[in-house]
């Protein structure tokens, strides 16, 4: 059984690679994941690497689990569901594990696997609607990834968030804290509103797609500014900060617009979030952050094609 639910599980990723077509998912694979093992191996045996790796591993486990779908199905039809759960993340989850085995890091490697066990073990809560929902009329009301998104992920975001203000002791505790905000920021953009919610006040692509980007970007920016205001009190690290939070700018544009170069009326993109989540963890690595940026032309090219057959532009 086990077998058979990872062999759905590949399935599923071909069939959800029709989101943004076969080929373009294969050179985005080919472009990111020599970068994503280059950045594994260089960095996992350097502190804190081997820590922060296998913690973003464990909560991308986590955001996949949470949203499952099939466990009352599976539930069903065989007594221990919970076995095939953590059998099916360990094998997707071992070049990691084997890296840290390798790089003789063997505690590292046994919590990542209890972590995940632990994860299986945990029922995914299905999707209910809360009798006192949280009030973020301060957001806009276009900003709608938003406010479902922070009312899905508030708590995880405040456990994230908290961290960096322990940047006065040392930056690396805000950079670490940034990075896993924007992985939650960024995640909220793989959910595609209706087409109906896309098409209303008829906006053209360049102008829609132009102030998409700069209110979601702008509002981002303010988020992690204490963030980066707590990491510029070091002096030495003044210049890779601001390094750091432009890439972090980069990578909400690169969401926003890979969501619109593959939109498809309302449906979850779990090809969308398995490319930004990679995108985000290879980023930390300046020179890569630039060619995403170069990469995100071809992006907004392709958006803005989509999205003038969708919004029937005229210009």
Request: hydrophobic share 55%; glycine share 6%; aromatic share 14%.
């Amino acid at each position: 059984m086990v077998r058979k639910v990872i062999l759905l599980r590949f399935l599923q990723l071909y069939r959800n690679s029709g989101d943004i077509g076969i080929f373009r998912a294969l050179f985005l694979l080919i472009f990111l994941l020599p970068l994503l093992i280059l950045f594994l191996v260089q960095r996992i045996s350097v502190h804190p690497w081997p820590l922060v790796i296998p913690a973003g591993v464990g909560y991308i486990t986590w955001l996949i689990h949470s949203r499952r779908q099939d466990y009352y199905f599976l539930a069903c039809i065989m007594p221990q569901p919970r076995k095939v759960f953590a059998a099916e993340y360990i094998f997707f989850t071992s070049p990691v594990i084997a890296l840290l085995f390798a790089k003789a890091l063997f505690f590292h490697a046994l919590a990542l696997t209890i972590l995940l066990i632990t994860i299986s073990f945990v029922v995914p809560a299905r999707a209910s609607v809360s009798p006192r929902p949280i009030k973020l009329s301060f957001i806009p009301s276009g900003m709608f990834e938003w406010k479902g998104g922070i009312r899905k992920n508030l708590v995880v975001l405040i456990l994230f968030y908290i961290p960096g203000f322990l940047g006065f002791y040392h930056p690396g505790f805000s950079a670490i804290s940034a990075l896993m905000v924007t992985l939650v920021f960024t995640s909220f953009y793989s959910e595609y509103e209706s087409r109906n919610m896309l098409c209303s006040g008829n906006p053209g692509p360049r102008r829609f797609l132009f102030y998409k980007i700069l209110r979601h970007t702008g509002c981002f920016a303010l988020v992690m500014m204490p963030l980066v205001g707590i990491a510029l009190i070091t002096p030495d690290s003044r210049l890779i900060t601001v390094g750091y939070f432009l890439a972090l700018m980069n990578l909400m544009v690169f969401s926003i617009l890979l969501k619109y170069y593959q939109y498809r009326p309302s449906v979850f993109s779990d090809a969308h979030q398995v490319l930004v989540t990679i995108t985000c963890l290879i980023s930390v690595i300046l020179s890569v952050a630039l060619l995403i940026a170069l990469f995100n032309l071809f992006l907004a090219a392709g958006a803005h094609n989509n999205l003038k057959n969708l919004l029937d532009d005229q210009n």
